[in-house]
């Protein structure tokens, strides 16, 4: 059959965004509207003929507003199939008016559980009942109910119904699809709050993803994979997925990948901090007096890898930084930073070579990470792990060595710990003056991972901290770092072979902190 026209609309909403502008076009197109306490109130504010559903049901809303949809002369103006002669005479014995269109958001229960302090009563009144039962009603009848569940839905909506008082099937099918996706999400969150209050395992008995895709990539690692870019629901803080991308072409999956890297590692390091991120291994990373003094340093670390690099600030892109990265011999992919100031913007859109190819991500403040899951597929299932986010304690690290870190050797410790974590491992990191002057990274032995960091740090090396992601199981790495200047080193300890490495480095005369965590980032 053809799509039957709309004629009226249900709307019962928690977020008003767009709303008053949706419905008084709607009701321009002459399309009823009914609507309940809260959302009718709104409305006629905004100065609309809005019905009352209880008048029309007949019955009043009832337990605090708990209930208020919940009514067959709701759900069988929902649910009656147009194409039906038994069900539309079925609404005809019990005076039922259909619903062709169900604009209906949820109550919002994810932001109510990240405020802090938040009670369990206070939650649980934020599950909405009448809500999902209305999308799931409308979405399930989608042949020939339009549902609506946010506001990016509506100008689409309204414009089909503009045009012909009907929306398209095509339409219809996919706001439906749109519709199980968010409440398989709410429930979902639901479940994870409960779970967490009860004090169960801190991972879910189950995961439904129900990630919305943002964007379609060009391709994935390679150009013979197919790739997306998904929305986590509910993603809070700064993130690549809700940046502000000011310049440049669109990103790529690498691209990604290595911005998510820059980000993650900047916003860890202390003072006006930068890094260079290629391949997804940190090259270069710098904290100094300014942002422009820490680009120089972080591109000084390795200016042969940091060519064609991404980089990551954790402060507002100024002019003079720009006037580091637009440097001739710079070739840079895409920045991401809290903020770029205007002058910065013009600077590096207009006149380094690559001006017009540069992307420039802009994600707002960088707060603490928030405790994410990270989820990594396999054949046939899912591994799943908390996020290596959290700070280590320092009153838990131990000086193991006769010789104990000066406090300008402690700060160079501290900035070598938080660059090693963000290296693949086996991962090395050798700094100097808080830059990054070597890294080994995703080297199958640790003292190959030690070769290499001392290898790009030449002569830097002398007086520089070693960082190493997990214990030395040999002296060896020892006698290589003492060997090449070395004068501080941090690992977590925890080896069968600690006595033997402590001694290496009580003969040589070098500090060493046990920290007693591990990162290793496979």
Partial sequence: MNSPPIRRALISVSDKLGLADFARGLAAAGVQLYSTGGTRRHLQAEGLSVRDLTAYTGFPELLDGRLKTLHPKVFGGILARHDRRDDLLTLGDHDILTFELVVVNLYPFAATVARPGVTLEEAIEQIDIGGPSLIRAAAKNHAFITVATHSGQYAEILAAVQAARATQPELRRRLANEAFALTASYDQMILEYLDRHAGAEPLPRSLHLQWQRKAVLRYGENPHQAAALYAQPGAQGANLVSARQLHGKELSYNNLLDLDSALALVRSLPGAGAVVIKHNNPCGAASAASLADAARQALAGDPQSAFGGVLGFNGPVDAATAEVLAAPEQFIEAIVAPRFEAAAVELLTTRPRWRASVRLLEVGPLDAPSAARHLRPIDGGLLAQDADTLPDPEDAWQVVTQAAPRDEQLAEL???????????????????????????????????????????????????????????????????????????????????????????CNQHGLAMIFTGRRHFKH
């Fill in 414 to 504: 501290r900035f070598a710990w938080a660059v090693v974590r963000h290296i693949k491992s086996n991962a090395i990191a050798v700094t100097r003056q808080l830059t990054l002057c070597g890294a080994g990274a995703g080297q199958m032995s640790r003292v190959d991972a030690v070769e290499i960091a001392l290898a790009k740090a030449g002569t830097r090396a002398r007086g520089a901290a070693l960082a190493s992601d997990a214990f030395f199981p040999f002296r060896d790495s020892i006698d290589k770092a003492a060997a090449a200047g070395i004068a501080a080193v941090i690992q977590p300890g925890g080896s069968r072979r600690d006595d033997e490495v402590i001694e290496a």
